[in-house]
């Protein structure tokens, strides 16, 4: 009980911006995935999420992928365990249906890093955005942080801006019951985010190309 109680009090700290980034990892464990079959290099598994999907697992190289049930691919990538842990790692990329890229990236153990591409099915990009690295008292997270452009599917773009990450700190109360007296007290607890937020310019423009405000953050 005392270790809870430690645990309990202890700072917290996350990133609030990963919503941004979106490819499937959707494989849990060798216990929660049912094996379909095994060769000498692949493994094949039913997704965790969609169970008409199929993971791939090539475990000698750390690579995975995730097929329909056409075999297309869906989202491949390299990975690292960590104990029954499967972290992303490297460049990851996600497809539509026509092969075309969806969305592609780098991660550094799940976190998303660096410059991120997202497009339209015709193949034409959508979003270009950055995530920047922060190491605050040696915990390492991720967030929007740098440039910022959002186009039109006819190329012409929409939105060109700036993102910063801010460490936003604020306090919360929470009820512990001591394990031998069994009475409750309140103990104050602190969270850190890490918070992406627009800075400085921001352009927005019209389909034809002309610029139809701006503002200053």
Known sequence: ?????????????????????????????????????????????????????????????????LLNKEHKLIAEGAYITDGDKYLLIGKWVAQYENGKPRTTGYFQ??????????????????????YGIFNYKGEI????????????????????????????????TISVEDPVTSTSSQKEITHREIRSEKTGHWEYFTETGELEKAVDF
């Open 109 to 130: 153990r799940n976190m998303p890093v660096g410059t991120w591409q997202e497009f339209y099915m015709s193949g034409k990009i959508k979003i270009i955005s950055n």
């Open 141 to 172: 997270s991720t967030c929007l942080s740098g440039s910022w452009q959002e186009y039109y599917t006819n190329g012409k773009l929409k939105i060109n801006g700036f993102y910063c990450g801010n460490i936003i700190t604020y306090k919360d």
């Open 1 to 65: 009980m005392m270790r809870n109680w430690l645990l309990v009090c202890c700072i917290s700290f996350a990133c609030t911006s990963f919503a941004q980034v979106s490819i499937p990892f959707d494989f849990t464990s060798e216990d929660e995935n049912r094996l379909i079959k095994e060769n000498d290099s692949l493994k094949y598994f039913v997704a965790s999420t969609d169970t008409n999907d199929i993971v791939v697992l090539n475990e000698e190289n750390a690579w995975y992928k």
